[in-house]
């Protein structure tokens, strides 16, 4: 996969992310001609001819190793090796949209640490949304071979102190994340339309509300995507009732939104992949101070997409809801194999305890903020917890969805005596992703 600063998508951080690419580096004009101009500059530059945060009025000289040394000081376990992969794939494309004004000689080293499956020893803690400052500062003490890189050796790389800053300026983190909970979280909303076939088919549901006449009356595009798809599944021959409950008549309006919203999410965050969100930003000669680094759009749009994804699940285990009831299979409650056995019914309790954990995770993490570094800094977008909360739900989500189709699938074969189910649900959990 070839990286030049744009064109990265979600879908493509997943795909580096998880060891499926290796990248290659394209043009790096944009890159040079950063560090070039970089060069060039008179005049106080902040981080490199002051210090940061609250220190910003104080002339400094050559601190930029001290800078790195005093921001690796994250908290908590390691992440996972894949999301610490996805961030040196997203600062490798930033650094190329060109305006840190780093050297550009530390591109090759960041390609050869991502194709080599070496990571920086990230720790979960450090960052509210102004940049992942604890995590960066860490990857490059690796560059430097102060730190040891998390699954080999990896590349070196002498950042001057004028890399410093520039290397650390950088939501890197939060964006990865991002990606990958949008990229999962999109594929298992659209798993999940399948999985709403079965439980239409299971028992005998309207396909009526899913007609094209309905979604042009009103049209919202996810709304139409979730009713074509479920539609072209169903053979449009479904109504035994004048009408179902919602979880069947409002499915394409309720799944739809969360369509949008992921579609939403993932546009916004793939603006900030591509994105030289740079303080002070190398531009035109000059060093522009500036607030791009603030992750507010990113934050504000995954609160959206996470609220989005707990009617998406109601809705969910409400068809659950149905299939254990006779009236709509026509089977023995539960689905039981016999009078009074108990079948299905644990199935409602694991899909509950799921979406009560959804629900939880779709708190707005955008009615909060901060104040730090002596007032200097007095407000944080806390897109980082935004994104670690949208990987969090992808579990949950996943096991409702297989709750409904254990179900589902149970419905439509017959019963079967009773017994444990947690291999199946493992095994529709596989077949969701």
Same mark, same amino acid.
């Given at each position: ?20 690419? #290796? ?5 790096? $004009? ?52 894949? #999301? ?6 997203? #600062? ?39 940049? $992942? ?43 990865? $994340? ?105 531009? #035109? ?149």
């Amino acid at each position: 996969m070839e990286l030049n600063g744009s064109g990265l998508t979600c879908a493509r951080v997943s795909a580096v992310a998880t060891g499926a690419a #290796r990248v290659e580096i394209g043009s790096a $004009d944009r890159a040079r001609a950063a560090w070039r101009a970089a060069r060039e500059l008179t005049g106080p530059v902040y981080g490199q001819s002051t210090g940061v945060g609250a220190n910003k009025d104080v002339e400094v000289e050559a601190s930029g190793s001290d800078l790195l040394r005093s921001h690796a000081g994250g908290a908590g376990a390691l992440i996972e090796q894949e #999301r610490a992969r996805g961030m040196l794939a997203v #600062r490798l494309n930033q650094l190329l949209a060109g305006g840190s004004g780093i050297d550009p000689g530390v591109l090759p080293a960041l390609a050869e640490a991502i194709n080599s499956g070496v990571t920086p020893p990230v720790r979960a803690y450090g960052a509210i949304g102004t940049g $992942d400052l604890t995590a960066l500062a860490t990857t490059a003490l690796c560059l430097l071979g102060e730190r040891d890189w998390a699954g080999g050796d990896g590349p070196r790389f002498p950042l001057a102190d004028s890399d410093a800053l520039p290397f650390i300026s950088s939501g890197a983190l939060t964006l990865a $994340d991002a990606a990958l909970a949008c990229h999962r979280l999109r594929g298992l909303l659209e798993a999940g339309i399948d999985v709403a076939a079965f439980s239409f088919t299971a028992v005998s549901a309207s396909a009526e509300p899913l007609a094209a006449a309905v979604q042009e009356a009103r049209p919202h595009p996810g709304q139409a995507l979730a009713a074509a798809r479920l539609r072209g599944l169903l053979n449009g021959e479904l109504a035994t009732r004048v009408q179902d409950p919602y979880g069947y008549r409002a499915f394409a309006q309720v799944h739809g939104a969360a369509l949008d919203a992921v579609e939403r999410a993932a546009g916004t965050v793939e603006i900030d992949l591509n994105a030289a969100a740079e303080n002070p930003l190398i531009a #035109r000669s000059l060093a522009w101070h500036n607030g791009n680094f603030h992750s507010a759009p990113v934050a504000l749009a995954l609160d959206a997409l996470r609220a989005a994804l707990v009617p998406a699940a109601q809705l969910s285990a409400a068809r659950l809801a149905t299939l254990m009831e006779p009236g709509y299979t026509g089977a023995l409650p539960f689905l039981a194999d016999r009078p009074g056995s108990s079948g299905l019914m644990i199935l409602e309790y694991v899909a509950q305890d799921a979406l009560a954990e959804l629900r939880h995770l779709a708190g707005p993490v955008t009615g909060a903020t901060a104040v730090i570094s002596r007032g200097t800094e007095d407000h944080a977008g806390f897109a980082t917890q935004a994104a670690r909360y949208a990987l969090r739900c992808v579990e949950p989500l996943e096991i409702v969805l297989a709750c409904e189709r254990v179900a589902a699938v149970r419905a439509r074969r017959g019963p079967e005596p009773d017994r444990p189910l947690d291999g199946d649900l493992d095994e529709a959990r596989a077949l969701l992703r």
